[in-house]
């Protein structure tokens, strides 16, 4: 930490470790378990607590409040954890809270996120990378977003929820079942509305790859997902339909968001 760079007005306790090129701004409180790797930056008026560890180069934003007690009634103060990967943007008033000793212990966000202004990941959460959380998002504790996964503003998940990678969550939606990968979910109580086709062709999905994982989506909407979806799991199918059946296989025992009743009826 010999080139850190600590305004005066900062308070780190004793015992927190900071990496090289560390910048913290005015008014910020490091604990003592705090670990900043090589380049973050705390703008001002931060607080990171408990035991956490931020990635190189991430950047976060005046008043976020990172690492501090998770909002879980259970919680005793329990050694927990929260784990944050490299070039992370957490933005103004964001708050991310470890995991709890009955949901694993640890609360896992990977690399290259953007956390828009006023979100919230709750404890247990595994967030994958590249993942965007638009302001306001509120993630409930226990639940798991794969990498890509953009979720619009004011959107709300229920806990244990599962997100498959790429998937888009349109703004002002409550998600409350788990989401397949690549869907395109919207609606004040989500429905499935298709496939993300712009996330799909950032990532350089074939026609013929969106084409078949369109089929399989309509296939699964006949009947039940996991019957169906073990069926075709014994055929030959590209890696994006491999993908979307190894998710509703997993280990989970929510639903899924299915079609709304009016998107089936043509209405």
């Known amino acids: 930490m010999d080139d850190a760079q600590i305004h005066p007005t900062a308070l780190v306790e004793p015992g927190a470790e900071l990496g ?7 008014f910020c409180h490091v604990g003592p378990q705090v670990r900043l790797d090589d380049g973050v930056v705390l703008k001002s008026h931060v607080v990171i607590a408990g035991d956490t560890r931020i990635g190189e180069d991430s950047v976060v934003f005046p008043f976020a409040c990172i690492g501090e007690a998770p909002q879980d009634l259970k919680f005793r103060g329990e050694d ?19 995991g709890t ?26 967030i994958g990378n590249r993942v ?3 302001n306001n998002v509120a993630i409930a504790g226990h639940c798991v977003l794969d990498d890509d996964v953009i979720v619009g503003g004011l959107s709300g998940v229920h ?3 599962r ?34 086709l712009v996330g799909l062709k950032r990532r350089g999905a074939s026609r013929a790859d969106i084409a078949a994982l369109r089929d399989l989506l309509g296939t699964l909407d006949s009947g039940s997902f996991r019957q169906t979806a073990r069926q075709r799991a014994a055929e030959d199918v ?3 339909e491999r993908e979307v059946l190894d998710f ?5 025992d929510r639903s899924f968001l299915t079609p709304s009743h009016e998107r089936r009826s043509g209405a």
């Open 132 to 134: 965007i959380l638009v």
């Open 80 to 98: 927990t954890t929260l784990r944050i990967g490299a070039r992370n943007r957490i933005r103004e008033y964001v708050t991310m809270n470890p």
């Open 248 to 252: 509703i296989l997993g280990p989970s």
């Open 238 to 240: 590209s890696p994006l």
């Open 20 to 26: 090289q090129r560390v910048r913290i701004g005015p």
């Open 163 to 196: 997100i498959g990678r790429g998937a888009m969550i349109g703004a002002v939606t409550m998600v409350t079942a788990d989401v397949l990968p690549h869907a395109l979910v919207q609606g004040p109580r989500g429905h499935l509305d298709g496939l993300n």
């Open 159 to 161: 806990q244990f929820v």
């Open 101 to 126: 000793g009955g949901g694993g212990g640890v609360t896992q966000v990977g690399d290259d996120g953007l956390f828009m202004a006023g979100c919230h990941v709750a404890h247990d959460c595994r």
